[in-house]
């Protein structure tokens, strides 16, 4: 059989909730992962060092016994924040980033940015004590084509404000398109990407497929084919620029197979496997642990983790659902087989 062993790695975009959502989804990323960037999307989201120093002792609270997990703390930016806040996040020691949602973009993002141009002085500030800007980056507006959203965003505001703060060291959440692989890797220094496991294992047809599935919805939405291979390409090339980062967004059954339904897909339960899969796809499993483990941790300048984690070859069938509070969770590949399993993790 075949076996893979890996520094143990982090995750850099990564939903978590809160109370009995939080309980129920943590171990599965604490069993894989030794850091994690956490999203500050809560509603009402974490908009503060304060609330982030609170919303931490949570998640550690919430960790099993003996696990040994360490969340990074990110804040959510409004029109509001002040430039002092940004200070106050950088001299804590626990955030690592701030993040820019587009207000409306996506799941609680009501209370986001309206103009990125009303940042100007957070971000100055960010620029000048170096803390990292996380961006979701999708135009909003109702007119544009929801599959154009991330390119339009790309040209109109992101490639703007990467000129306008020449220093401010930027991660562009979640990618997914052939636009945003070419202006990461050909931007300036500090300027990179997490990817998700759903943008490379599938593209928009996992969306219709023999009718419509809720549980492939995600945002930025899944795109054609040709953006996927471009995403798998890129990372098979093994770029520092690009990263692992989920983005698992757990939602309950009920809010995902309704008329209207939420975006987001869980994927914590094989956050690592999934991966593997993609890279052995790719014919790249040697540039597996690159992107795991290391391209994040020194773009975020912390040190490499030491410990390990062991994946097999072998495959096996993911449940239908798992317990999510009042609720049940329906995770990527319920029901079907993934061909990697997590098979031992030791920490150092
Ligand atoms: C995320 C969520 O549910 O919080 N949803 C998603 O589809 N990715 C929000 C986000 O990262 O856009
Ligand atoms: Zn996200």
């Given at each position: 059989?075949?076996?893979?062993?890996?520094?143990?790695?982090?995750?850099?975009?990564?939903?978590?909730?809160?109370?009995?959502?939080?309980?129920?989804?943590?171990?599965?990323?604490?069993?894989?992962?030794?850091?994690?960037?956490?999203?500050?999307?809560?509603?009402?989201?974490?908009?503060?060092?304060?609330?982030?120093?609170?919303?931490?002792?949570?998640?550690?609270?919430?960790?099993?016994?003996?696990?040994?997990?360490?969340?990074?703390?990110?804040?959510?930016?409004?029109?509001?924040?002040?430039?002092?806040?940004?200070?106050?996040?950088?001299?804590?020691?626990?955030?690592?980033?701030?993040?820019?949602?587009?207000?409306?973009?996506?799941?609680?993002?009501?209370?986001?940015?309206?103009?990125?141009?009303?940042?100007?002085?957070?971000?100055?500030?960010?620029?000048?004590?170096?803390?990292?800007?996380?961006?979701?980056?999708?135009?909003?507006?109702?007119?544009?084509?929801?599959?154009?959203?991330?390119?339009?965003?790309?040209?109109?505001?992101?490639?703007?404000?990467?000129?306008?703060?020449?220093?401010?060291?930027?991660?562009?959440?979640?990618?997914?398109?052939?636009?945003?692989?070419?202006?990461?890797?050909?931007?300036?220094?500090?300027?990179?990407?997490?990817?998700?496991?759903?943008?490379?294992?599938?593209?928009?047809?996992?969306?219709?497929?023999?009718?419509?599935?809720?549980?492939?919805?995600?945002?930025?939405?899944?795109?054609?084919?040709?953006?996927?291979?471009?995403?798998?390409?890129?990372?098979?090339?093994?770029?520092?620029?690009?990263?692992?980062?989920?983005?698992?967004?757990?939602?309950?059954?009920?809010?995902?197979?309704?008329?209207?339904?939420?975006?987001?897909?869980?994927?914590?339960?094989?956050?690592?496997?999934?991966?593997?899969e993609?890279?052995?796809?790719?014919?790249?499993?040697?540039?597996?642990?690159?992107?795991?483990?290391?391209?994040?941790?020194?773009?975020?300048?912390?040190?490499?983790?030491?410990?390990?984690?062991?994946?097999?070859r072998?495959s096996?069938?993911?449940?239908?659902?798992?317990?999510?509070?009042?609720?049940?969770?329906?995770?990527?590949?319920?029901?079907?087989r993934i061909h990697w399993?997590?098979?031992?993790?030791?920490?150092?």
């Open positions: 059989m075949t076996v893979l062993r890996l520094t143990r790695p982090d995750d850099w975009h990564l939903h978590v909730r809160d109370g009995a959502a939080l309980a129920a989804v943590i171990p599965f990323t604490a069993a894989r992962f030794a850091r994690a960037i956490i999203m500050p999307n809560l509603k009402p989201p974490i908009t503060t060092t304060a609330l982030a120093e609170a919303y931490r002792g949570r998640i550690l609270a919430a960790l099993p016994p003996g696990a040994r997990f360490e969340p990074l703390m990110s804040l959510y930016l409004t029109d509001r924040t002040d430039p002092e806040e940004i200070s106050r996040a950088k001299g804590s020691g626990f955030v690592h980033g701030a993040k820019i949602y587009p207000a409306g973009a996506t799941t609680h993002s009501d209370a986001g940015v309206t103009d990125v141009r009303r940042l100007d002085a957070v971000l100055a500030r960010m620029e000048e004590l170096d803390l990292v800007l996380q961006v979701h980056g999708e135009l909003t507006d109702p007119a544009v084509d929801v599959f154009e959203r991330e390119p339009r965003f790309i040209e109109q505001v992101l490639a703007p404000l990467a000129q306008r703060h020449p220093r401010l060291r930027i991660v562009l959440e979640h990618i997914s398109t052939i636009t945003a692989v070419q202006f990461v890797l050909g931007a300036r220094e500090g300027i990179a990407a997490t990817v998700t496991p759903q943008h490379l294992l599938m593209n928009r047809n996992a969306l219709f497929a023999g009718g419509i599935r809720p549980h492939h919805y995600c945002l930025p939405v899944l795109k054609a084919e040709r953006h996927r291979a471009a995403l798998l390409a890129a990372v098979a090339g093994g770029s520092r620029r690009l990263f692992l980062g989920t983005d698992s967004a757990p939602h309950g059954r009920r809010t995902k197979e309704i008329a209207c339904g939420c975006a987001g897909i869980f994927s914590a339960h094989a956050g690592i496997e999934l991966y593997a993609a890279f052995e796809e790719a014919g790249a499993l040697e540039k597996l642990e690159g992107f795991a483990a290391f391209h994040g941790a020194d773009f975020y300048r912390l040190p490499r983790n030491t410990g390990t984690i062991t994946l097999a072998e096996w069938e993911v449940p239908a659902c798992y317990p999510f509070g009042p609720d049940e969770l329906v995770p990527l590949r319920a029901g079907e399993r997590l098979s031992g993790a030791a920490a150092a």
